[in-house]
C-alpha cells in the first residue's frame, strides 16, 4: 500500500494529477523519467513503477487536503466478496484466463480526502468529478467500480458495486491504445442526503458517511479484438454456461402439464387455429427472468397465472419469444419473428404483453404492415421501455447497471463483461439506441398507429417506492441512485425508465393507464408491488 499526505509530499511531475504506484521517496530518476514520458503520450511502452494518475476531470491543479491510499503494484490473490465475485465474472467470460494470477487487482481509498467541498447542498451534475487514467496495453482490458462497503469495511459481502465506463478511444473504437480514461464524481466525506423539496438535490450534513469512498481497478489479459468481436467473444462463451443470459433467439410454448415453456423451433407445436397470447421480455433477460412470477416454482403458490389462463380456457396456447435486445434493433427482432412463424396466418388476433423493452416490440409488431403473421388484439404493456431517461447523458449509465445488478440476480457476469466498453460503445448498439429518448428510431415506432382499428392498449406503470427497496442499496448509496434517476427519469419513475415514459401508447386505442408502486424488475412478482399485478392482468386479458 501507499500513501500520499497531500499537505506534506506531493509530486513534481504535473500539478493536475497524482500518479498512482510508488510513493514520491521512493521513485528512481529514471522511473520519474519514464513516467513522465508516459504522461506527455511520448511512449506507449508500460511504466513499471506507476499504473495511473488521478486528477480533476476538467483538468485544474489537483490539491485536496488529507491523505490518499492506493495499491502500489496490486495483487493477484486473496481477493475477497464482491471484488471476487468480479474477478471470478472475469475469468468466466474471457477466454485467455488461466491460472490463479489472472487478475491484478488494485484500489483507491479516498476515505481521508477532503475535497473541499464549500457548499451544503448539490445536484448530481454540480458533484467534482475525477478522472482515473490507468496505464494498459491493447492486450489487457479493466473493469473499474465502486466498491460501497460499510465504512472500513474492505470485505463487506453486501457492498455496492457501481461500474464506471472507460470514455470512448475514438470513432471506432479502437482497442489499440496505452491508457483509458474514466470520469466519476466523488462521494463527499460526510454525511449525504436528499433534501426534502427536491430529492434531485443531495444536502451535505456534518459527521462520516456510512459507506466508503473506494475505487477498485482489475485489470487482466485479453484477446487483442475490436470491441465487436469481444462481445460476441464474451456471449458466446455465457451463452453455453447460463440459460438466463439474453441475445440469442427463440421462439417457446407454455407446456400447461409441466408449468414452463419448451422450445416451438424446429417442431409443429404451436397451432395457429388457436387463441394464442404471446409473452415479450425486456432488456438483457430471457423469458424466465420477465414472466417467472406468473409460472416459475420459485413463486409458489403465487406461480399459476399462465396456467389458469389455460385451464379457464382464456387461451388456448401461450408462446413466448426470446430475442436479442441489446445488439438489435426491434425490426430485426420481428424479422426473426416472421420466419419462425412462416408463411401463415394466426386464425384469430393475437393478444400481447411486452415488460420493459418488450412493450416497444409489441408495439413494434403492432404497427408494423410487414406482420402478415397475426393482427394484435390486446397489448398490455408493463412498465414500457418506450425511451429510457439514463441514455440521454451516457455519464449516468453506470447508475442503470447498477441497478439492473442488484435488482436482477444472475445478470452480474454479463454486466462484467459490457463495463470493460466505453460508455459511447455500449449506447451505440441498436438496441441501445431504440432507447435512448428522442431517437429518431425510436419516435418513428412510437408515433406510428397500428395496423389494425381493433387494437386495445392497456399501460400499467410503475412508480418505485421508498418502502419497497430498504436496505437494497447502502444509505449513502441509495441517496445519490435516488438523485440520479430522478434527474434522469422525473420525479416518479421504478428507477429504471421514467413514469412518462411507460405511459405512451395509441391515444385513441388506449384504456386508462394503471398505476402501481413497484420497482422495474419485480412488476410480475406477487407481493411485492403494493398492487395485485397478477389480477390486473387477468382483468384485462379477461374482458
Same mark, same amino acid.
Given at each position: 500500500m501507499a500513501t500520499i499526505d497531500f499537505g506534506k509530499a506531493a509530486y513534481e511531475i504535473d500539478e493536475r494529477f497524482q500518479p498512482l504506484g510508488v510513493e514520491p521517496s521512493e521513485i528512481s530518476p529514471g522511473q520519474k523519467t519514464s513516467l513522465l514520458k508516459k504522461i506527455q503520450r511520448k511512449t506507449t511502452n508500460s511504466v513499471h513503477s506507476h499504473w495511473a494518475t488521478i486528477g480533476w476531470a476538467d483538468n485544474r491543479p489537483f490539491a485536496p487536503t488529507g491523505t490518499i491510499s492506493f495499491s502500489k $503494484?496490486?495483487?493477484?490473490?486473496?481477493?475477497? &466478496? %464482491?471484488?471476487?465475485?468480479?474477478? +471470478?465474472?472475469? =475469468?468466466? !467470460?474471457?477466454?485467455?484466463?488461466?491460472?490463479?494470477?489472472?487478475? $491484478?487487482?488494485?484500489?483507491?481509498?479516498?476515505? &481521508? %480526502?477532503?475535497?473541499?467541498?464549500? +457548499?451544503?447542498? =448539490?445536484? !448530481?451534475?454540480?458533484?467534482?468529478?475525477?478522472?482515473?487514467?490507468?496505464?494498459?496495453?491493447?492486450?489487457?482490458g479493466a473493469v473499474v467500480f465502486y466498491q460501497g462497503c460499510d465504512r472500513g469495511k474492505w470485505n463487506d459481502p453486501d457492498a455496492d458495486?457501481?461500474?464506471?465506463?472507460?470514455?470512448?478511444?475514438?470513432?471506432?473504437?479502437?482497442t489499440k491504445r496505452d491508457r483509458l480514461d474514466y470520469l466519476f464524481p466523488i462521494i463527499p466525506n460526510r454525511k449525504i442526503k436528499n433534501a426534502d423539496r427536491n430529492p434531485e438535490i443531495i444536502e451535505i450534513l456534518d459527521g462520516k458517511p456510512e459507506m466508503s469512498f473506494v475505487v477498485k481497478v482489475l485489470t487482466f489479459k485479453r484477446n487483442q479484438l475490436n470491441p465487436e468481436d469481444l462481445v460476441h467473444e464474451g456471449l458466446n462463451?455465457?451463452?453455453?454456461?447460463?440459460?438466463?443470459?439474453?441475445?440469442?433467439?427463440?421462439?417457446?410454448?407454455?407446456?400447461?402439464?409441466?408449468?414452463?415453456?419448451?422450445?416451438?423451433?424446429?417442431?409443429?407445436?404451436?397451432?395457429?387455429?388457436?387463441?394464442?397470447?404471446?409473452?415479450?421480455?425486456?432488456?438483457?433477460?430471457?423469458?424466465?427472468?420477465?414472466?417467472?412470477?406468473?409460472?416459475?416454482?420459485?413463486?409458489?403458490?403465487?406461480?399459476?397465472?399462465?396456467?389458469?389462463?389455460?385451464?379457464?380456457?382464456?387461451?388456448?396456447?401461450?408462446i413466448a419469444f426470446d430475442h436479442p435486445t441489446i445488439l438489435e434493433d426491434a425490426k430485426q427482432n420481428a424479422e426473426q419473428l416472421y420466419k419462425y412463424l412462416g408463411s401463415n396466418s394466426f386464425q384469430y388476433p393475437v393478444d400481447l404483453i411486452g415488460t420493459s423493452r418488450g412493450a416497444l416490440v409489441c408495439h413494434y409488431l403492432a404497427m408494423d404492415k410487414n406482420n402478415r403473421n397475426f393482427e394484435c388484439g390486446k397489448v398490455l404493456s408493463i412498465s414500457g421501455g418506450f425511451g429510457v431517461g439514463y441514455f440521454k447523458t451516457a455519464k449516468r449509465i453506470s447508475t442503470l447497471l447498477k441497478v439492473l445488478r442488484k435488482g436482477v440476480p444472475g445478470w452480474g457476469t454479463l454486466l462484467t463483461m459490457i463495463a470493460q466498453f466505453s460508455i459511447d460503445f455500449f449506447i451505440s448498439r441498436p438496441g441501445c439506441q431504440l432507447l435512448t429518448p428522442n431517437n429518431e428510431r425510436l419516435l418513428q415506432i412510437i408515433n406510428s398507429k397500428p395496423t389494425s382499428a381493433l387494437t386495445v392498449y392497456q399501460n400499467v406503470q410503475a412508480d418505485w417506492h421508498k418502502s419497497?427497496?430498504?436496505?437494497?442499496?447502502?444509505?449513502?448509496?441509495?441517496?445519490?441512485?435516488?438523485?440520479?434517476?430522478?434527474?434522469?427519469?422525473?420525479?416518479?419513475?421504478?428507477?429504471?425508465?421514467?413514469?412518462?415514459?411507460?405511459?405512451?401508447?395509441?391515444?385513441?386505442?388506449?384504456?386508462?393507464?394503471i398505476k402501481i408502486r413497484s420497482m422495474h424488475t419485480k412488476n410480475l412478482v406477487h407481493g411485492y408491488p403494493k398492487e395485485d399485478v397478477h389480477q390486473i392482468v387477468r382483468d384485462f386479458l379477461d374482458d
Open positions: $503494484n496490486g495483487q493477484n490473490t486473496g481477493a475477497t &466478496a %464482491v471484488t471476487l465475485e468480479e474477478i +471470478k465474472n472475469i =475469468y468466466e !467470460i474471457n477466454p485467455r484466463a488461466r491460472g490463479s494470477k489472472f487478475v $491484478n487487482e488494485r484500489y483507491i481509498n479516498f476515505d &481521508a %480526502v477532503d475535497f473541499g467541498l464549500d +457548499k451544503k447542498e =448539490y445536484t !448530481i451534475d454540480e458533484l467534482p468529478e475525477l478522472r482515473l487514467t490507468l496505464f494498459l496495453q491493447p492486450d489487457e458495486v457501481e461500474y464506471i465506463l472507460p470514455q470512448s478511444t475514438g470513432p471506432d473504437h479502437t462463451i455465457l451463452k453455453k454456461n447460463h440459460e438466463n443470459i439474453n441475445e440469442r433467439y427463440d421462439l417457446l410454448i407454455y407446456n400447461p402439464k409441466a408449468n414452463n415453456f419448451e422450445t416451438a423451433v424446429g417442431t409443429n407445436k404451436i397451432d395457429l387455429s388457436k387463441k394464442t397470447l404471446l409473452l415479450v421480455h425486456g432488456t438483457f433477460v430471457r423469458t424466465p427472468q420477465s414472466y417467472g412470477g406468473l409460472y416459475l416454482e420459485e413463486y409458489a403458490p403465487e406461480n399459476m397465472l399462465l396456467k389458469q389462463l389455460i385451464d379457464d380456457r382464456v387461451y388456448d396456447q401461450i419497497l427497496v430498504d436496505g437494497f442499496f447502502k444509505k449513502t448509496g441509495m441517496v445519490i441512485v435516488d438523485a440520479v434517476a430522478k434527474s434522469m427519469l422525473g420525479r416518479k419513475h421504478d428507477l429504471v425508465v421514467g413514469f412518462d415514459q411507460q405511459g405512451i401508447s395509441p391515444a385513441n386505442q388506449s384504456r386508462p393507464k
